[in-house]
């Protein structure tokens, strides 16, 4: 999974999306291991998921340092079901409009 891709308007938020999706398939991570994983120093992957944990998208384990997903990725999958639900209808606005 590399750390930038050509033609990418802002990089910075590239890699906070990157590293958002590591910890997605990595649930609690240390950062040595989520910079290497993503191909960034550590300094850049730290200032990274240091302005993510300040917005709560990014939570760090105060006894283990390890880095995991924050509340707010919750609340933007609860907007993101409200609106796509609300966009289809619910499964009983199908059925009555089949019938």
Request: with cysteine.
């Amino acid at each position: 999974m590399g750390s930038t891709k050509a033609g990418v308007p802002c990089q910075c938020v590239y890699r906070s999306l990157v590293l958002l999706e590591a910890l997605a398939e990595h649930p609690s991570a240390r950062l040595t291991d989520l910079a290497r994983e993503v191909s960034l120093n550590k300094a850049t992957a730290h200032r990274l998921l240091a302005t993510t944990q300040a917005r709560g998208f990014v939570v760090q384990s105060e006894l283990t340092q390890e880095y995991s997903l924050g509340p707010r990725i919750a609340e933007l999958e609860r907007a993101h079901s409200e609106a796509t639900g609300a966009a289809m209808g619910t499964g009983e606005d199908k059925v009555v409009a089949l019938a």
